[in-house]
């Protein structure tokens, strides 16, 4: 009976630590981002590093994304506002979006705290690594 007890005591205290590790971050999304970095995953060819670099610097300067806490989102781009609605999967690994057109996309979170922010995203089949830091 003893070892029953143990058993059971160790499937719970397992249990209870799978269940905090999978904590809900979404009050640590939710405030304006701004662009920090933007990495791609694969190589880009020599010709074309001085164009990409140029647009990347370009939109550190402009690209900013604010997660409202009822699931709205905006994103700004130099003169263009992009809106939706977002919602984080059980275990923060992932965020899905809504635009307004009804456009659905999941982005793999890489890190979420409050002062850092990363994810992936596929642009036009390239991998494409945001990294953002909080707007304000």
């Known amino acids: 009976m003893a070892k029953q007890f143990r058993s059971i005591?160790?499937?719970?205290?397992?249990?209870?630590?799978?269940?905090?590790?999978?904590?809900?971050?979404?009050?640590?999304?939710?405030?304006?981002?701004?662009?920090?970095?933007l990495r791609y995953t694969k190589n880009i060819p020599n010709s074309m590093r001085p164009?990409?670099?140029?647009?990347?610097?370009?939109?550190?300067?402009?690209?900013v994304i604010t997660y409202n806490a009822d699931g709205t989102y905006f994103t700004q781009m130099k003169d263009q506002t992009l809106h939706g609605?977002?919602?984080?999967?059980?275990?923060?690994?992932?965020i899905s979006v809504v635009t307004d057109?009804?456009?659905?996309?999941?982005?793999?979170?890489?890190k979420l705290t409050p002062s850092?922010?990363?994810?992936?995203?596929?642009?036009?089949?390239?991998?494409?690594?945001?990294?953002m830091v909080p707007a304000n």
Not at 51 to 63: G, R, V, Y
Not at 85 to 94: A, D, V
Not at 116 to 131: C, L, P, R
Request: proline content about 0%.
């Open 101 to 110: 057109n009804g456009t659905v996309k999941d982005y793999k979170i890489l």
């Open 9 to 37: 005591f160790l499937v719970l205290g397992i249990m209870l630590i799978s269940l905090a590790s999978c904590q809900d971050k979404s009050t640590a999304i939710v405030r304006s981002w701004k662009l920090d970095n």
């Open 116 to 131: 850092t922010y990363s994810f992936k995203a596929d642009e036009n089949g390239q991998e494409v690594i945001f990294d």
């Open 85 to 94: 609605t977002w919602k984080l999967n059980f275990n923060s690994s992932q």
């Open 51 to 63: 164009t990409i670099q140029k647009s990347i610097d370009e939109l550190k300067k402009s690209f």
